[in-house]
């Protein structure tokens, strides 16, 4: 099944003729709340990935929710010169997520300790899930529940959510230089604890 | 702070829980719920000026007509067509192709008889032919029809100013679930050839129309003219913007490389074939196509799996037609000159609220396409402004 069309796709223009973009939309949604709809069919998917990874499903579903009840009461305050949300709403869903923040450290310990992801659907896990792959899944889990708050978020929305460093210093609201400079702290960590699991399986050879 | 190199992205990383998002479907539909309680209650809790308020102008409506300003008793909670409606389209797009007469009825259904293979057209005519018509047939026609015609060439700075009559999707949402109907427009668009000006855009209400199956829709009340600033699309100097004509004008009239450019350069996400139909509609909608691109457009369409023939529809204004659909949505051509000259969306499926499968759920009729070197005088304070545009 296709995914739903957003705004101005699947159906002849609304108001304007073209696609609208964020910010139009946010404006408009000022006067005409209803508006707000078409900004929850084009991110939400993506921030329920997001949380999904980070928390698991179900309360991925309540960080969605949050985030765009937090956003549309937010919405008069939204700056209208940045044209996409996606930023703004990622940095709405991490402080959403961060009051998961012990579901999603238990999420990461239970991970390193079995190494099998209770929330992957596929069977197909079960062809990725050789030795080699588990313990890197085990290392990289047990990294992240180890990392400080502020690194992980910064390493998760540019690695997971695939923002860039400008839209993730707009969502956690910090200069670039620390978005740069938490990242390189966080790969380091994250590649050390590999780089550990694979020298010891070298001298398991 | 440190002598070491960046480190780059760790691989292991960004494959580590990609699954997971299972179930979203149903949470995401959830979710939506969510906002959608919050946007009604705020439209009930806070001002008058937000309720029940058919046009967009609220500010102007209350200045000229005070007593509209006090909510209905039982005002209905209105969700802006203008947002469902794509929504809703889209579901028509989800589901399985129906075969059905797109044939949208300016007047209550029961007074019309049914559209009829062409009225006067000759027996011969393609359109009572229906038997031996396919999509690829109609489009290919479309496609040398094009070819063969002349039109003014816009210069950067003018406008392309096109006409149309819509009638679209409403939908209210209340107490006892949702109700729909359908509601007419006529538009006025003037559109930026290089996207470097504001447009302009006029609608005028013509009133709901009920569907079939339907409820019988409200009495539309208020200003039933609004005027919309268009923001700028491009900035001067920079390429054209997708929306433009110059945009278009820039594209490969070779119909296999402007194919392979529409495959790899998809406007949303829905399924590739699904997609190309929609971004080649999004092209041809309210807008004056250079002739070799609107030949090669209609010759890719006819390359895109799916799509049928309507033999026996009408447009937005009731022109004899035949059309092309695919998932739900159509293309209306003239049957005797296989110009374009409007586009249907029915539902591939029973949509609770609206109808069964077959209902017609969008109609418009192209009616002109000009180009202009000037926007009308509007008085400023007519015209609801447009955020948004490049920032250059």
């Not at chain 1, 980070?54 to 010169?81: I, M």
């Not at chain 2, 075969?99 to 009225?119: D, F, I, K, N």
């Not at chain 2, 004899?320 to 159509?330: C, E, F, K, L």
Request: proline letters at 9%; hydrophobic letters at 40%.
């Amino acid at each position: 099944m296709e995914k739903p069309a957003t705004l101005g796709r699947a159906g002849p223009p609304p108001d304007t003729g073209r696609r609208a973009d964020d910010a139009t939309l946010i404006a408009r949604s000022r006067a005409e709340p209803e508006a707000f709809a078409a900004i929850f069919d084009r991110h939400a998917t993506d921030i329920h990935r997001y949380a999904a990874r980070r928390l698991g499903p179900g309360p991925a579903e309540d960080v969605v929710g949050e985030t765009f009840l937090v956003a549309f009461r937010r919405r008069d305050r939204y700056d209208l010169s940045y044209r996409n949300a996606g930023p703004w709403l990622f940095g709405i869903a991490t402080n959403m997520i961060s009051r998961h923040r012990q579901a999603e450290l238990r999420l990461y310990r239970a991970l390193a300790r079995v190494g099998v992801d209770a929330d992957a659907e596929s069977p197909a896990d079960e062809v990725v899930a050789r030795v080699a792959a588990t313990g890197q899944r085990r290392a990289i889990a047990a990294a992240l529940a180890r990392l400080k708050t502020a690194d992980r978020d910064t390493l998760l929305l540019v690695d997971w959510a695939e923002l860039s460093y400008d839209q993730a210093a707009l969502a956690l609201d910090v200069p670039v230089g620390t978005i740069r400079s938490r990242l390189n702290r966080a790969r380091r960590k994250i590649r050390e604890a590999l780089d550990d699991i694979s020298s010891e399986e070298h001298s398991h050879d | 702070m440190t002598d070491l190199a960046e480190p780059g992205p760790v691989r292991e990383l960004a494959g580590l829980r990609a699954d997971v998002a299972g179930r979203a479907p149903e949470a995401l539909h959830r979710a939506r719920g969510r906002l959608l309680a919050e946007i009604h209650n705020e439209r009930d809790a806070v001002a008058p000026s937000y309720r029940a308020l058919p046009s967009r102008s609220t500010s102007r409506l209350r200045r000229a007509f005070p007593h509209r300003a006090e909510p209905r008793p039982s005002a209905p909670r209105w969700l802006r067509p203008a947002l469902l409606r794509p929504v809703l389209l889209a579901a028509a797009v989800a589901g399985a192709v129906a075969a059905v007469t797109v044939s949208l009825l300016p007047g209550p259904a029961a007074h019309r008889p049914p559209p009829r293979a062409v009225g006067s057209a000759p027996a011969s005519s393609p359109a009572s032919r229906s038997s031996v018509l396919t999509a690829a047939y109609v489009l290919n026609r479309a496609a040398s029809a094009a070819a063969a015609s002349s039109q003014p060439v816009p210069r950067p700075g003018q406008f392309i100013y096109v006409t149309s009559v819509t009638t679209y999707l409403s939908t209210e949402i209340g107490p006892s679930g949702e109700k729909s109907w359908l509601y007419r427009t006529s538009r006025q668009i003037w559109q930026s050839v290089d996207g470097e000006r504001a447009g302009l855009l006029q609608i005028v209400d013509r009133g709901n129309v009920k569907l079939p199956w339907g409820p019988v829709p409200p009495a539309d009340t208020g200003n039933p003219v609004s005027w919309n600033s268009l923001h700028s699309l491009s900035c001067p100097g920079a390429a054209p913007a997708r929306g433009t004509y110059a945009f278009l004008a820039s594209l490969p009239t070779n119909p296999g490389r402007l194919r392979a450019w529409i495959y790899q350069h998809p406007d949303g996400q829905n399924q590739a074939d699904a997609q190309a139909w929609t971004d080649i509609g999004d092209m041809l909608r309210e807008m004056l196509v250079p002739p070799k691109l609107a030949a090669a457009l209609y010759r890719v369409a006819a390359t895109i799996p799916g799509a049928t023939v309507v033999p026996r529809a009408e447009n937005a204004v009731g022109r004899a037609s035949v059309a092309v659909s695919r998932s739900g949505a159509a293309l209306i051509f003239d049957p005797k000159t296989y110009q374009l000259i409007g586009e249907g969306a029915v539902l591939t499926k029973a949509v609770p609220g609206q109808g069964p499968a077959g209902t017609v759920v969008a109609s418009t009729a192209q009616l002109k396409e000009s180009v202009v070197s000037h926007l009308p005088d509007v008085p400023p304070s007519e015209v609801e402004k447009d955020a948004g545009g490049p920032s250059c």
